[in-house]
């Protein structure tokens, strides 16, 4: 596709419900983000792909959360056992190219979750 | 932990009035981008500036880098009410140039 494609773009859980989130990037790009986002705020940084290889898991906020990228291209975001802190949009970014200082993000418009 | 305070956190002005807007921290970044967010979608990359002391210009959007790369700060001369928006800005960390971002400035323009 054109950009980097999101669904579901809204999700409604009840507490204590597992979801899954996807995000297809842009073809061919190497790097691939997940971000969470409060309203209002700034992204804040979930997870990082290199292809298939997740380089840095170290945004994930516990255990609950998992995301994987098994081909290199899709990407699922899961959330065992949703809290209602968990309500926020989860973006997905890719890059063509790994991690840089010119390197440019492309967003998804984002799925926002909410936890009831 | 590197922060990037982003200020104001909210602006509301009158169409034609100019505006600043402030991205600080107490950490060197190989670069600062610029995003603008919409309602509902994602943020789209504006800029990049990645030279201390570096100034870029996006129609009446300036942009200038410190010479110390430590701020950046966003300039709109004559706001006009589709300049609306949220408007976010993020280092690039020198040692994993993974993103740090700031809380983002929510602009309102009145016509």
């Known amino acids: 596709g054109a950009g980097v494609s999101q669904s579901p773009r809204y999700k409604v859980a009840k507490r204590g419900q597992d979801v899954a989130l996807r995000c297809d990037p842009i073809s061919g790009h190497v790097s691939l983000f997940w971000y969470q986002q409060a309203l209002g705020q700034g992204p804040e940084f979930l997870t990082y792909?290199?292809?298939?290889?997740?380089?840095?898991k170290s945004g994930l906020p516990s255990d609950r959360f998992f995301a994987e990228r098994p081909e290199g291209s899709v990407s699922t975001l899961k959330i065992q056992r949703t809290q209602q802190e968990d309500s926020a949009v989860y973006l997905c970014?890719?890059?063509?190219?790994?991690?840089?200082?010119?390197?440019?993000?492309?967003f998804g418009s984002g799925t926002q979750l909410s936890v009831l | 932990t590197q922060l990037l305070e982003q200020s104001p956190q909210f602006l509301s002005i009158q169409e034609g009035e100019n505006l600043t807007v402030y991205c600080n921290s107490s950490?060197?970044?190989?670069?600062l981008q610029w995003y603008r967010q919409e309602p509902g979608e994602g943020p789209v990359l504006l800029v990049t500036v990645v030279t201390g002391g570096e100034v870029k210009k996006l129609k009446r959007l300036t942009f200038q880098f410190g010479d110390a790369r430590k701020d950046s700060s966003l300039h709109i001369t004559a706001a006009q009410p589709g300049d609306t928006g949220l408007y976010l800005c993020a280092g690039v960390r020198v040692s994993n140039y993974q993103l740090i971002w700031g809380a983002g400035t929510k602009l309102i323009i009145k016509p």
């Open positions: 950490s060197v970044f190989s670069s």
């Open positions: 970014a890719s890059s063509l190219r790994h991690p840089s200082t010119n390197e440019k993000l492309f």
């Open positions: 792909f290199q292809n298939e290889a997740q380089l840095d």
